[in-house]
């Protein structure tokens, strides 16, 4: 399956005039008849509408309303709640005596509201045992895949960002299967976040970042119709998983002769990376993975001592004996 070569990178951002772009305040308090038909169904639904705004950048329509708590739902594509984070919040919130802060929500068929980016505030007020919640009840129904490009405040870690992708890529495929994965490339942002999410489904432990470097280098986004390109993913997060179980034979063996340290399957990986001498050129992910994995079957740990992980980019030699 043929990928698309990278997208070049995007020009520096230049510093746009003040006040060129967008509503003027005026603009985006006008009302419009598009969300009528949304606002009727939020009342059906046991909601009540605050209000309604166009938003100041695109201009497009937004409803404010409070909707029963029980309707809304996170969307399976975002990150896992952390019930840490979720009783903290709920204890801040008790202690203010406030919620302010809306969550986004788009009406389904099923007459329930799911949230992308919601999911602790949303945690929060169940465990607080609210009866309602206000949203931002959003007409766009493509915003549920979007957002996660609007994710950006508070970072995701690798884990975090490939699991969101997948499960946004599952969800796609039941929704728009038939439309090239390159028509995506804004959703995904990277093609290789879709490959280590099929990993992580299967291997939660998986250390990404340490064949980042080289996953990074054999993706591209294919031109074929998703449906058919996660097949493709879940075959090359295969690969990668075999790959790994062998790293991860040399990891204990070098353990085993005493070398301790973080960097360890860092290591590995950099030892058999010979990407990293070729600078230019394209490289077929299945081909080149198995050669990655051939090499790392032959790695001899007996031979192997603190100096060559430190020489490699891994932890200072001195680190081996802490």
Do not use: C
């Amino acid at each position: 399956m043929a990928a698309t070569k990278k997208k070049p990178r995007a020009p520096r951002r230049k510093k746009a005039e003040a006040g060129s772009k967008g509503l003027a305040p005026k603009d985006v308090s006008a009302t419009s008849d598009a969300t009528k038909a949304l606002e009727a169904q939020i009342v059906q639904d046991g909601g009540a509408v605050i209000g309604s705004y166009k938003d100041p950048l695109g201009g497009n329509a937004v409803i404010v309303a409070a909707l029963p708590i029980d309707k809304v739902k996170p969307t399976d594509y975002q990150r896992d709640r952390s019930e840490t984070h979720t009783k903290k919040l709920a204890n801040a919130m008790e202690r203010v005596g406030r919620y302010l802060d809306p969550v986004i929500a788009l009406r389904h068929a099923d007459g329930l509201y799911y949230s992308p980016n919601g999911n602790h505030r949303l945690g929060a007020m169940t465990l607080l045992g609210a009866k309602s919640i206000v949203a931002l009840v959003v007409p766009d129904a493509d915003v549920e895949f979007k957002i996660l490009a609007l994710n950006t405040e508070k970072a995701h870690n690798l884990k975090e960002r490939s699991l969101e992708v997948i499960r946004m890529y599952r969800g796609l495929v039941g929704a728009r299967g038939k439309e090239k994965e390159s028509e995506f490339i804004a959703m995904f942002e990277e093609p290789h976040f879709a490959t280590f999410g099929a990993v992580y489904e299967k291997r939660p432990r998986f250390s990404a970042g340490a064949y980042t470097s080289v996953v990074k280098r054999l993706e591209g986004f294919f031109e074929e119709p998703i449906q058919d390109a996660l097949k493709e993913r879940e075959k090359r997060a295969d690969l990668l998983i075999a790959w790994d179980d062998d790293v991860v034979k040399v990891v204990e063996a070098l353990k085993a002769k005493g070398l301790q340290s973080p960097y360890l399957k860092n290591y590995v990986v950099a030892r058999v990376n010979f990407l990293r001498f070729k600078k230019d050129g394209e490289f077929d992910f299945e081909e080149t993975i198995g050669k990655l994995h051939a090499a790392t079957k032959k790695i001899d740990a007996d031979k192997v001592n603190k100096e060559d992980i430190a020489k490699m980019g891994g932890a200072p030699a001195e680190s081996s004996d802490e």
